[in-house]
């Protein structure tokens, strides 16, 4: 079985759908400043699921998936404040939040997203 030709767009560049986490270790090994979204619980209808993750860099630029429109704009808007603060995050949406339809989520889901800083893919290489 072939892995799909998935695409995404990541502020103009085309990216292909490779592992969120080979990006993340070669945007580290350039020098980039990161944040990391993960899908920690999904709630009725979610668009993607748990475990699902998104690498943001501190310039705007992202590779994976989260949920999809402007879930991930806010999913990103965080990821600037952890990656400046260096303190992880929680956000959560759903229909009873009243982002809700702001964000895209009018079908009955919810979706509860963690997004921390990224200073090391194995935590051993910080010693």
């Known amino acids: 079985m072939s892995e799909p030709d998935s695409k995404q767009e990541t502020l103009g560049q085309e990216t292909s759908g490779h592992d969120t986490l080979d990006t993340a270790e070669n945007w580290l090994n350039e020098g980039r400043r990161l944040a990391l979204a993960t899908v920690v619980e999904t709630w009725g209808s979610a668009p993607r699921p748990t475990g699902s993750q998104l690498i943001i860099d501190s310039d705007g630029n992202f590779e994976g998936s ?7 704009g806010a999913v990103v808007a965080e990821a600037f404040d952890v990656i400046e603060s ?19 989520l009018s079908c009955g889901g919810r ?14 290489d910080e010693y």
């Not at 989260?66 to 991930?72: I, Q």
């Open 86 to 104: 260096g303190n992880p995050g929680m956000l959560e949406f759903g229909v009873a939040d009243e982002t809700a339809w702001e964000v895209g």
């Open 66 to 72: 989260v949920s999809g429109g402007c879930v991930e």
């Open 111 to 124: 979706i509860r997203i963690f997004v921390e800083p990224v200073t090391a893919l194995n935590p051993m």
